[in-house]
């Protein structure tokens, strides 16, 4: 069977399918045991005057002559055939076969019968089934010379109109309440279903009047819990689309609104060197024009950059932080040289993994270096240091350069902000950056003061990976370890 | 001689002893039925004919003894009384029928002394005078009709003589008599009370008990006599089954036996009577009365014909698919 044909039919179509044959068959189930009790009963109660009248029978043989003689109990017999609604017939007869009193071809007890012991037993008799009751017991006195008492056996069989009425009313009140069940339940089960599909319904008329700008998340405020997960999922995707929507755009307002200064600058750049007509000032134009284009050129790598993370889809993989850290420590090497300063990898005690993304890493461990050996001065420190504990990771940058004023470390990460403190050139995308690449591999990015209360310490928090470069369950976060650490 | 005396007065005893106790004192004849059948008759006839002839000084007692037409009393007196001189128990065609088939327990017919036969009889085929059934036709045309709605009655189960009339009417008219339904009654009386009370359609009886109870009031009808002509008396208007096409004769006889020890000098005083009263007119008279026809055979030649009548029904028997008891 085609289960995902089965799936796709509605819900309520499903659940009758599924449930009516059920009834049917526990119905059925029920009939037939209903039939065999109802049977049981009618054979119980009228066995019961069965025997009663083999007793009525029994009660008119009579050995006083030295025969034996059989008052027949006419009277008693009509009665019986009366409450019987049928035929009733009788057998007496001894043992040895002398004495056969009544319907002689009554079929035998198909059991031998035990003296004083009635037997009951379903028996054909002219093609028409009877019920025959069988007792047997010993004469008062032998009977013709036997040298002791024969056995008697008196039988009476009548036919079942009578049980089988009372059967067949039993079954049928039993499946006149079994069918009365069925269709409530069937009933109940239509208006149940149709009432818990009503917030879905309704949720379906709530997204379709929304207009195409809304992506608000939708209330899962009354929804079914079994639907809750699938509006959360779809929440999320929304949510998701809204976010990757949201960044286009700001990429659009903050590649137009960085590039239209830079390139007007350039425009009257270039028109004051093709005014001059000093070789030397024009030189020196043409100078200022390169450094302004090489400005221009980085602001659009680091807006594209800024693009790429946040339309990044993430798959992580394992990344050995010390070999990453090493390896962009080495690049910036001659750079920081270049600026007299000291470039040093402080690694931790054991090795450090966790599961990123290792080029967003090495873009964010770059943009810090950039940021700590640009605004450091000469004869500065700047140290990459890797740490790790309980399920977490930290590479963190400490320099001992201007930092950034108090009053400004929370706005510090946002687009363009630039510290008051600075003079050099500069995009204010860096911090940005990291802010997002952190977020975006399951991080955080920390500034704050470096030791002494000088200089800018940046800190990226991570979650740890295991051996196999899974993520480990989220562990404490940086704050709370913090606090620990700080006791 | 002292001793003498003594000797003598007990012969004399024994004497008068043997005078007081003959056969003929104090007799009782065994129906082996219930009151109301032919066994019960045939006991009246010898009891009104013995006293009325004076052969006999105290009233003769009937007893009955109920139990498979016969079989019980023919078993009592073998093994109980065989040596009870003064008892007489009556048979009929219909014992000897039953003999045939070993109805009669571990006996045979040579395990009585057969005394006297006292008359004849016919079957009849009898219903309530409220019957619709008037003719055989109109009997085998309900048989066919409805096997469960006509239910025979006889004295005596499967095989026994009431039995044997009902299934040569059957298979005259082409019915397998197995497809018939039975009540078996203990004897002729009980059967005609089941037939006025509706219990039975049918009695395949004999003419001389259902002319005795008509006499004594019953409603029954008689449709057919099985004798070869029709019947004197109160049924002379009944037809006999020839005249109806079914060529059917069912004579039965009926008579006495006594216990097997029974003396030769005791048994040849009750024959000698039965030989003496039966030659009387005053008999005739009584057997008449009963609806039986002369009959009279005692003594040896009643146990030659008694012999000849059970290997004769021992074939008919076999004939119809009955057990039968080999012939000793």
Redesign the interface.
Known sequence: MNLDAWHALSLRRTLLLALFPGLLLVVGAELWLTWRTAMDAANAAYDRSLLGAIKAMDANVSTA??????E?P?RM?EFFELTASGRVFYRVA?E??????????LPPPPQALVTGQPQFSDASY?DEPVRVGSYARKLDRP????AAPQRIVIQIAETLQSRQAFTRTLVWQSLARDLALVVAATGLLVLAVGWALRPLARLRAEVQARPAQDLRPISPRGIPADVRPLVEAINHHVERSRAQTDARRRFVDDASHQLRTPLATLATQVGYALRETDPLLQHEALQAIKSQLDEAVRQTNQLLALARIDSVEPSPEPVDLEVLAQSVARRWWAEARAGGIDLGLEPARGPVRVAAQPALLNEALSNLLHNAIRYTPRGGHVTVKLRSAAARAWIEVVDDGPGIPDGELARAGERFFRASNVRQPGTGLGLAIVKSIAERIGGRLHLGPGPNGRGLSAMIDLPAADAQGKPAPLGRTLESQLKVAGR | MNCKAPLMTLLLALAAGAALAGPLDKTECIAPAKPGGGFDLTCKLAQSALMDGKYISDPMRISYMPGGIGAVAYNTVIAQRPAEANTIVAFSGGSLLNLAQGKFGRYNENDVRWLAAVGSDFGAVIVAESSPLKSLSDLIAAVKADPTKVVFGAGGTVGSQDWMKAALTARAAGLDPRSMRFVAFEGGGEAITALQGGHVQVYSGDASEAEEQMKAGAKIRVIAVMADKRLEGRLAAVPTAKEQGMDIEWPIIRGFYVGPKVSDADYKVWSETFDKMMATPAFNKLRAERGLFQFAKTGADLDAFVKQRVAFYRTLAADFGLNVTPAK
């Open positions: 002559s030295g025969g034996i003689g059989v027949l006419y017999l001894t040895d076969g002398l004495v056969e009193i009544g319907n002689a071809d002219f009977l013709a010379g036997q």
